[in-house]
């Protein structure tokens, strides 16, 4: 089993699937363009165009944003009325999610986890078992983003980020943050089911049997991959929902009032 020519082959799609879409995208562009239509269609083609220099500097200062300083949270945005991601930004959010050094560390400790309880014991133990299951483990991140994250919402026009609420009562936000795995914002506008996430974590966990060991394989490792991604994304989705709040009772708890005396 070669997990790094595979984890290789998942980047060289990637890379070759963004190419694609930037190229149909330009086209679109261009034929708005000559076809004489209106700057408001044109914007809609190419939602990046509707985007004001404020607006980008929100988006990547969304797309820098850390639990505590060091878990990424680049997929949140706290603005209902944000402007939809081009295939291209939709594809630079993946990798810098995917590839972010944080998740290397994290795949490093679920590999440890694994080892330790002896899952898939066809990988055997020692430095070459553990090297399997970290190769496994991060393949599974690597291609459940870039299903879930770039590729099915390019195709299918759907939203990757998580919508935040940010307000209502404590029980309406725990729904609604596990609602969203299932629920997304449409780049033209409006709500749908979310297909991406619901294809995305099948197709991860299919193509999880081209590296997990045979014995293990098929229906039930498919199926299980995919329930892992969901539970997962609404465990996140709460993460995300509630974590702003925590942390600014955490951290600005004891926040010293400004003096009101005169200092006399």
């Not at 409006?190 to 049997?209: K, P, T």
């Amino acid at each position: 089993m070669k997990i790094k020519g595979k984890s290789l082959c998942v980047i060289a799609a990637c890379w070759l699937l963004w190419a694609s879409s930037s190229r149909a995208q330009a086209g679109q562009t261009g034929a708005a363009s000559q076809s004489g239509s209106s700057p408001k269609a044109a914007a809609q083609q190419n939602p990046s165009k509707e985007k004001t220099e404020q607006e980008k500097k929100t988006e990547k200062q969304e797309q820098s944003q850390r639990m505590l300083g060091i878990l990424p949270q680049f997929t949140v945005t706290s603005r209902n009325d944000a402007t939809p991601l081009t295939p291209r930004e939709k594809f630079h959010l993946f990798l810098k999610s995917a590839f972010d050094p944080v998740e290397f560390a994290l795949v490093g400790a679920q590999a440890g986890i694994s080892q330790a309880e002896n899952q898939f014991p066809d990988y055997g133990q020692g430095a070459a078992g553990y090297g399997k299951r970290y190769g496994a483990a991060f393949t599974d991140e690597v291609s459940s983003g870039f299903f879930s994250n770039f590729l099915y919402p390019a195709i299918l026009k759907e939203d990757p980020r998580y919508f935040r609420l940010g307000q209502g009562s404590f029980k309406h936000r725990v729904g609604y943050a596990l609602v969203q795995e299932f629920v997304c914002h449409r780049d033209q506008g409006g709500r749908s089911f979310a297909w991406s996430n619901a294809l995305g974590a099948l197709s991860a966990g299919s193509l999880s049997n081209a590296y997990y060991p045979e014995r293990d394989g098929g229906f039930g490792l498919t199926m299980s991959r995919a329930g892992i991604a969901i539970l997962y994304g609404s465990l996140g989705g709460l993460t995300s929902e509630f974590y702003p709040d925590i942390a600014r009772k955490i951290f600005h708890k004891h926040k010293k009032e400004p003096s009101s005396t005169s200092g006399k």
